[in-house]
């Protein structure tokens, strides 16, 4: 084989590649073009998610008959004047969306000179261009984008469901028009209105349209600044938060970007305050010279680099979180090095062996106290439990005598609930040490199993509502909701139509009845399924929304328990595989033998 000159189209749809990855992008690199011809009105109309005709209208500064001409080929820009690649006030440079977008797609557009008050048309189809023809185009720019990907049947096969790409394709202009509050948007999907959104004179207000009043009431202002870098913009507090990062917005000098430094500063800023599995919601502004950013590393440009990253990792960490102590949420207490040590310790070498496998919970070191008769005499008790296990939030802990024999308690794996610490942990004495439980976690988890258990016997339990709960939310999300209603009925989950965005929650599991906040449920089972692909097996989806529902169902942290609940869990634990964690991962109880306590009091 010899080494040749590939033909031009074919050089073309490989870099279109890069560029023009699916719909969303298309409508992203028009957009931006739009925006940098100072456009203050941009409509987007797709149809069946982009695949067949997206089309872009602006108002902006439009082009010559010279400018028509260059701006479909290759390398062509009107936006690096001075070749300058370290100072870039636009948001294209590359010279290249609108050629790649016509090596895979038949692009017509029509656009008018307001300069020479002029209009002109070209179009391009299979990478052959047009000539430049006169048009009565009124005002600004349009660009008609049909059949995208009929030149590279490959790219074709890829393209997700039109639900999908349209989702990606809203998300995009979303982000774009945070960045531009001033700026007048509107989508129309398959000729109805998706996002309309007039001119605003904030970002404030732009905020609240796109993410809703509930964001305003639960978001905390950013503000800092540090050497010419600035970031401003809106934090949601840590009790805000959701199952995804996708409500993540970040923006440097006004371009989207989904970069992971600044993904990871986010994270690294709530990481006291948030399970690592829960996302916040923000968005981000920074701003910075352009000479201290380079966005020409990728080919989107939706990652960037910065010239002193350790200077912008700090300015944000610090940013967020100052505000987060502000906003009331301080961190616990930092535990003593070597108490944590110690804790350490026992995670890995005295952690107890509660249920491993089938078989039942018979730890190592306290198999001659413990039997397992003893085990089943006591399911019964705990069984019978289980109604007193409502919380009863005027239980106080210390004025409840342990209705469980002390000594008989501490035999047990988990010992015997001595108190309830910041209405969350559960001390326990056991027989050579003590064992806190972190009670959310733990009840999670028992949820969670008793959901399953439900499952595999008769189907979960499900309890109606006497009158639906009915909830407001974006006509696209019903509609994804809705494919999974049969699962959901199985799961003791009723929901149905209530007019146009809006669902009736007829009835619940009954494990969860009384103590479900069903907006927040729905809300997160759609983060779940917008995270699953067509190649999720169902059990695993349904696995996922069961600890989903579990997570919702479960005693908070913050309900305060009285000795016979807090001993009640600690014997349900014992009897539940797997109760060691919770649905996250993360355990669910530590224990301190008594060797370790001694060693923290250099007693040994
Ligand atoms: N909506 C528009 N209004 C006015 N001019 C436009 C519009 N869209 C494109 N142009 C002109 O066409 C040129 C080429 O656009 P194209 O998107 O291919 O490249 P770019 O925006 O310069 O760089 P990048 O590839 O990074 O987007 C632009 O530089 C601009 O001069
Ligand atoms: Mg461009």
């Known amino acids: 084989m010899r080494i040749r000159y590939l033909p031009e189209t074919l050089?073309?749809?490989?870099?279109?590649?890069?560029?023009?990855?699916?719909?969303?992008?298309?409508?992203?690199?028009?957009?931006?073009?739009?925006?940098?011809?100072?456009?203050?009105?941009?409509?987007?109309?797709?149809?069946?998610?982009?695949?067949?005709?997206?089309?872009?209208?602006?108002?902006?500064?439009?082009?010559?008959?010279?400018?028509?001409?260059?701006?479909?080929?290759?390398?062509?820009?009107?936006?690096?004047?001075?070749?300058?690649?370290?100072?870039?006030?636009?948001?294209?440079?590359?010279?290249?969306?609108?050629?790649?977008?016509?090596?895979?797609?038949?692009?017509?557009?029509?656009?008018?000179?307001?300069?020479?008050?002029?209009?002109?048309?070209?179009?391009?189809?299979?990478?052959?261009?047009?000539?430049?023809?006169?048009?009565?185009?009124?005002?600004?720019?349009?660009?008609?984008?049909?059949?995208?990907?009929?030149?590279?049947?490959?790219r074709l096969k890829f393209l997700k469901s039109e639900r999908a790409e349209f989702g990606a394709i809203r998300d995009t202009l979303v982000r774009l028009a945070m960045a531009y509050p001033a700026v007048e948007f509107s989508l129309i999907h398959n000729g109805s209105r998706k996002l309309n959104l007039p001119a605003v004179l904030d970002s404030q207000s732009r905020l609240s349209a796109l993410l809703g009043r509930d964001f305003g009431k639960n978001s905390m202002v950013i503000k800092a600044e540090r050497e010419k870098i600035i970031i401003t913009g809106y934090a949601g507090l840590p009790t805000y938060h959701r199952g995804t990062s996708q409500y993540q917005y970040l923006f440097v000098n006004g371009r989207a970007v989904k970069d992971r430094l600044l993904h990871?500063?986010?994270?690294?800023?709530?990481?006291?305050?948030?399970?690592?599995?829960?996302?916040?919601?923000?968005?981000?502004?920074?701003?910075?010279?352009?000479?201290?950013?380079?966005?020409?590393?990728?080919?989107?440009?939706?990652?960037?680099?910065?010239?002193?990253?350790?200077?912008?990792?700090?300015?944000?960490?610090?940013a967020l979180k100052h505000a987060i102590m502000e906003g009331g949420y301080r961190t616990a207490g930092t535990v003593g090095g070597r108490t944590l040590e110690a804790l350490d310790k026992s995670a890995s070498g005295s952690f107890l062996p509660l249920y491993r496998g089938q078989g039942k919970a018979v730890p190592r070191s306290y198999t001659n106290n413990y039997t397992p008769a003893q085990l089943s005499a006591n399911h019964n008790f705990y069984e019978s439990e289980q109604v007193s296990y409502e919380i009863n939030p005027n239980a106080r802990v210390e004025e409840q005598p342990c209705s469980v024999h002390e000594e008989d308690a501490q035999g047990f794996p988990l010992g015997a609930a001595k108190a309830q610490i910041h209405e969350n942990y559960i001390i326990a004495q056991i027989k050579e040490g003590v064992v806190i439980v972190d009670q959310h976690a733990a009840h999670e988890r028992l949820v969670y199993e008793r959901f399953k258990g439900q499952l595999e016997k008769t189907g979960v339990e499900k309890q109606g509502l006497l009158t639906p709960d009915i909830i407001e939310m974006d006509e696209s999300d019903a509609e994804q909701l809705f494919e999974y209603s049969e699962t959901f009925a199985k799961l003791g989950l009723e929901i149905e139509p209530?007019?146009?965005?809006?669902?009736?929650?007829?009835?619940?599991?009954?494990?969860?009845?009384?103590?479900?906040?069903?907006?927040?449920?729905?809300?997160?089972?759609?983060?779940?399924?917008?995270?699953?692909?067509?190649?999720?097996?169902?059990?695993?989806?349904?696995?996922?929304?069961?600890?989903?529902?579990?997570?919702?169902?479960?005693?908070?942290?913050?309900?305060?328990?009285?000795?016979?609940?807090?001993?009640?869990?600690?014997?349900?634990?014992?009897?539940?595989?797997?109760?060691?964690?919770?649905?996250?991962?993360?355990?669910?109880?530590?224990?301190?033998?008594l060797n370790e306590i001694e060693k923290l009091f250099s007693r040994r």
């Open 11 to 154: 050089i073309n749809q490989i870099a279109a590649g890069e560029v023009v990855e699916r719909p969303a992008a298309v409508v992203k690199e028009l957009v931006e073009n739009a925006l940098d011809a100072e456009a203050s009105a941009i409509d987007v109309d797709i149809v069946e998610g982009g695949k067949t005709r997206i089309v872009i209208n602006d108002n902006g500064c439009g082009m010559s008959e010279e400018e028509i001409k260059a701006a479909l080929d290759r390398h062509a820009t009107s936006k690096l004047p001075d070749d300058d690649l370290l100072n870039i006030v636009h948001l294209g440079f590359r010279g290249e969306a609108l050629a790649s977008i016509a090596a895979v797609a038949k692009i017509n557009i029509k656009t008018y000179d307001k300069e020479n008050k002029e209009g002109w048309e070209i179009a391009c189809e299979g990478g052959k261009k047009s000539g430049v023809r006169p048009s009565s185009h009124p005002e600004g720019t349009r660009i008609e984008v049909a059949d995208l990907f009929y030149a590279t049947p490959a």
């Open 264 to 318: 990871g500063c986010v994270r690294a800023a709530y990481a006291d305050v948030l399970h690592r599995n829960r996302h916040p919601v923000v968005a981000l502004f920074l701003d910075l010279p352009p000479e201290e950013v380079d966005v020409n590393v990728h080919p989107a440009k939706a990652e960037v680099r910065f010239r002193d990253p350790q200077l912008v990792r700090g300015l944000i960490i610090s």
């Open 498 to 593: 209530f007019g146009a965005g809006a669902i009736a929650v007829q009835s619940v599991p009954a494990l969860l009845s009384g103590r479900l906040d069903t907006k927040t449920l729905l809300f997160d089972l759609l983060d779940d399924l917008k995270e699953y692909d067509k190649a999720t097996l169902l059990e695993e989806k349904i696995n996922h929304i069961l600890a989903t529902m579990a997570c919702h169902g479960s005693v908070r942290s913050g309900r305060r328990l009285n000795a016979n609940e807090m001993n009640a869990l600690l014997r349900q634990m014992e009897e539940t595989p797997l109760s060691g964690q919770c649905n996250h991962g993360r355990p669910t109880y530590v224990c301190l033998s």
